[in-house]
């Protein structure tokens, strides 16, 4: 029975970090360069602010799944069979969230969030420039953040396969 829960954990856990994976990699590659091309710097400010809010929600549910699923899956396991792959990619998983944004914020600087806040607290009056640099950032913190969660969704596909699971 401990061994079918641990399968379980290691299926869900890889499922949910790969479409992390994906969500982060759409962001950076479709959905945030196409709000350049929104003929208003209005509606690029409000889809950004839509879109941020909703990705992030979706991310961190995908986040906290795969860190739950992948940690449990190694504590679970006989401490023969303990594997770290179930450690290190549950540690990516959670650290490709928060991580990244704090590591980002603090390279960026406080002009960063700063700006940020301004931008939304502009109303109807939003500079097309202020809003472009928006859309940078975020799309380079979504690289990173996809890098990271791919490679830990590579050591756990590699992981599994290894495993035989």
Known sequence: ??????????????????????????????????LLALPTAVNARTTLTYLSYKSQNLSSYLRHITTFT????YLL?????????????????????????????????????RQALDLEAQGDDVNGEQVRQAVESKQFTERIKTGLAGLAFGMQVVGMWGDGA
């Open 77 to 113: 396991s006989p401490k023969r069979f303990r594997h770290p792959y179930l450690l290190y990619t549950s540690i990516f998983a959670f650290i490709s969230g928060p991580g990244v944004e704090y590591a980002v914020g603090w390279s960026q600087g406080t002009d960063a969030k």
């Open 1 to 34: 029975m401990a061994a079918q829960t641990v399968s379980i954990c290691k299926f869900v856990g890889t499922i949910t970090l790969g479409i992390a994976t994906g969500v982060s990699a759409t962001l950076a590659t479709i959905a945030l360069p196409a």
């Open 70 to 73: 992948l940690f449990s899956a």
